[in-house]
């Protein structure tokens, strides 16, 4: 029998379901993190749940099933939960590691297996590797239901929502964010995050806060392209002063503006670090990913606080917020951890950051951008995912790698980076990445213009060059 191999990813294992993504293969994987469990701890427990998607709790079982069998204690989720669930629970709970079964943004096609550190956040390059290397090509998936295992106290299950609205309501004044002058709007994407905001939050207007695990056909991805619906509904309600969306397991963010305006990560991170830092008198490094604006260059210059650019893959900036005192620590993609929390992308717990930051001072999302503005200038940011084959998308990198790139249509270059991808720093001021995406078919072709028009006229231009 011939058996594919299962590579982790930027961000844990995904495939298709039923293709590669099997009750056989979630089977290996399980094996092989027991096994690197037992290397590691003398009496390991680990922390499992799943979001919203097709198959998440049969999944699950499977991955309780095999541990259990496998002689590591298991704490299972009742029902969906978040991301950030599960790393809150494995921090509080003392466990030695946690599983969540999502595929994040991917397609409804998609699922995966995400592992989370004791730490509360994503395991660390190194241990993720090493799970990785011990996944045997053949498992016996063991024939006990979950009963059984409850029964002889090998598993135990827990209410990870509970838990996690409990510490919200220590880290916010949810009395005086529900009397807040900028009335809320909430898109769950059809996700994890759907019943927080709903128990937090009553008087928010609530959209996809409901069960389909398919998504609606969509990916449920934080971005504007695919938000379209909370965009018109802020801007046909006057009342609406602040949009906010997560992704499938509720650890991206996305914002909009009382205008139903997208205000991208880029913009959130710069306005997390000038709220931490200026009101809130907080300091600590930020970490930002490759793809991250170098506006946050900036904007840390002017405030004279550290700043360090990692890979691609929150498990790197998780990793050294673990080790240092990081004040925030973000993606282009929408994952983005602060300063008292866990070292975790959550993008509900971000939203409440900014919607308390509204609300303290009394000036909307825009106004508090344009503050941002005033110290780094302005900047417009966008990006195309080029659905391309394997072979073509790694020529491509190659190419780019190997210098083939002198300029993309009009726009020149006077700087190149490899840190992740190639940045090509733009003679305009602006940029272009191209990233090939660890786990999906596809090119990523990241931009920042001077405004919108320069932007789209550059991903038209790279577009041009390289197919």
């Not at 914002?255 to 913009?267: S, T, W």
């Not at 919607?355 to 303290?360: A, D, L, N, Q």
Request: net charge negative; charged share 25%; with cysteine.
């Amino acid at each position: 029998m011939i058996t594919e191999k299962i590579k982790f990813g930027t961000d844990g294992w995904r495939a298709i379901i039923a293709r590669e993504f099997t009750v056989y293969n979630v089977a290996r994987v399980a094996k092989g993190q027991a096994e690197w469990l037992h290397k590691n701890f003398s009496s390991p427990c680990v922390v499992v749940g799943h979001d919203c998607r097709f198959g998440g709790a049969m999944f699950t079982e499977t991955v309780a099933g095999v541990l259990c069998a496998n002689g590591v204690k298991v704490k299972l989720a009742k029902g969906f939960v978040s991301t950030p669930m599960i790393s809150l629970g494995v921090w509080e709970l003392k466990a030695n590691q946690g599983v969540v079964i999502t595929a994040s943004h991917n397609p409804p096609s998609y699922n995966g297996y995400k592992l989370k550190g004791a730490h509360g956040g994503p395991s660390s390059p190194k241990d993720i590797a090493a799970v990785e290397a011990l996944i045997p090509d053949e498992v016996e998936i063991p024939a006990f239901p979950l009963t059984h295992w409850a029964e002889n106290g090998m598993l135990e299950y827990i209410n990870l929502e509970d838990m996690y609205v409990d510490y919200l309501k220590g880290k916010f004044d949810f009395d005086a964010l529900n009397k807040s002058p900028f009335k809320l709007a909430y898109d769950a994407m059809y996700g994890a995050g759907q019943n927080v905001i709903k128990r937090l939050m009553p008087g928010t207007i609530l959209l996809h806060c409901d069960d389909n695990p398919g998504f609606h056909g969509q990916a449920p991805e934080p971005l504007d392209k695919n938000l379209k619906e909370l965009a018109h509904t802020i801007a046909t309600t006057p009342e609406i002063k602040i949009g906010l969306a997560t992704d499938g397991d509720a650890d991206r963010i996305g914002l909009y503006d009382e205008n139903g305006h997208f205000v991208d990560a880029h913009n959130i991170i710069l306005l997390l670090v000038h709220y931490l830092h200026k009101y809130k008198q907080m300091n600590g490094k930020v970490v930002i990913a490759f793809s991250v604006t170098d506006r946050v260059k900036k904007l840390c210059a002017h405030y004279g606080i550290p700043i360090e650019v990692t890979a691609i893959g929150f498990k790197y900036i998780s990793e050294i917020m673990v080790h240092e005192d990081v004040l925030v620590g973000g993606e282009e993609s929408g994952g983005i951890a602060v300063k008292g929390h866990i070292p975790e992308r959550d993008g509900i717990y971000d939203g409440l950051v900014i919607y308390e930051f509204m609300t303290k001072t009394g000036k909307t999302l825009k106004q508090l951008c344009e503050e941002v503005y005033e110290i780094v200038g302005t900047f417009c940011y966008d990006r195309n995912d080029l659905t391309i084959d394997n072979d073509l998308k790694n020529s491509i990198i190659k190419k780019a790698h190997d210098g083939g790139y002198t300029k993309f249509g009009k726009y020149g270059f006077n700087r190149v980076e490899t840190i992740d991808g190639v940045k090509y720093h733009l003679d305009n001021g602006g940029w272009v990445m191209l990233r090939a995406s660890g786990t999906e078919p596809l090119l990523r072709v990241y931009a920042e213009g001077n405004s919108k028009e320069e932007t789209a006229d550059i991903l038209a231009d790279v577009k041009k060059t390289i197919l």
